[in-house]
């Protein structure tokens, strides 16, 4: 059965890993992007042209250059762009105009507290990340008792091999299958469509990571009993 989750990973805009997540046979990748990449928007439109990946862009956490940022966004036809709440109001407020019209929606991700991204959810119309890792950060654990109703408007999702109390941050999701199995069941019970992103720090940006990553979602994809119908595909 298909489904609606889309298993992407998340790297920097280089050659060499969009090439290694070719290779691995995964079909969605979230670029991150940090100030030296963020001024040079035509450099990596051109390289993200050769790939044929569904994409999503992590703003940068040290600059604001929305004029860019959209021009990359635009150029490489990314359908996600993740933000830090790290904005004055009067740049979310220049952020939010810069992209209003445009196919890519702006999703907040959740950093201290599942709130974060409603009061821009509310005042400028931007989307929701929801992180998972930073959730059990937050709540000391995973509590799932009001979780279905955020779940459902949700339009972009980072997932890691994190449990609480491990020292897993940032590690691929296939660290921690049954975890993470639980946690895609979720995803799919509540409706989520779209990207799930394995968030995983530099190390694990690899071919034989990122194989693996898809291969866990394949598993878990034969594997759930709770699975919609859609149009992505691994």
Same mark, same amino acid.
């Given at each position: ?21 070719? *290779? ?8 991150? @992007?940090? #100030?030296?990449?963020?001024?040079? +928007?035509? &450099? %990596? ?39 830090? *709440? ?8 220049? @952020?939010? #105009?810069?992209?209003?019209?445009? +196919?890519? &929606? %702006? ?128």
């Amino acid at each position: 059965m298909e489904h609606q989750i889309i298993p992407a990973v998340k790297c920097a805009p280089t050659e060499e890993l969009l090439a290694a997540a070719q *290779d691995s046979g995964i079909s969605a990748v979230e670029l991150f @992007l940090w #100030e030296g990449t963020a001024r040079d +928007p035509d &450099r %990596i439109i051109e390289l993200c042209r050769r790939f044929p990946f569904k994409y999503a862009v992590h703003g940068p956490n040290d600059c604001y250059r929305p004029a860019e940022l959209k021009r990359l966004v635009e150029g490489i036809g990314a359908q996600v762009v993740v933000m830090h *709440d790290i904005l004055w109001e009067d740049e979310w407020r220049g @952020l939010a #105009e810069i992209f209003r019209g445009g +196919p890519a &929606r %702006i999703c907040v991700e959740n950093i201290a507290s599942i709130h974060e991204s409603e009061r821009m959810e509310r005042r400028f119309g931007m989307g929701r990340c929801l992180d998972m890792e930073h959730i059990q950060l937050n709540c000391c654990g995973f509590y799932e008792g009001g979780l279905g109703r955020f779940i459902r408007r949700t339009h972009h999702v980072h997932m890691t091999g994190y449990e609480y109390g491990t020292k897993s941050w940032h590690t691929p999701i296939d660290r921690a299958p049954a975890h993470c199995r639980h946690q895609l069941d979720l995803l799919a019970k509540n409706g989520y469509r779209g990207m799930v992103v394995s968030e995983a720090d530099a190390p694990y940006q690899n071919v034989e990571d990122f194989r693996k990553v898809r291969e866990f979602f394949l598993s878990w994809e034969r594997s759930s009993r709770v699975l919609p119908n859609s149009s992505g595909r691994l």
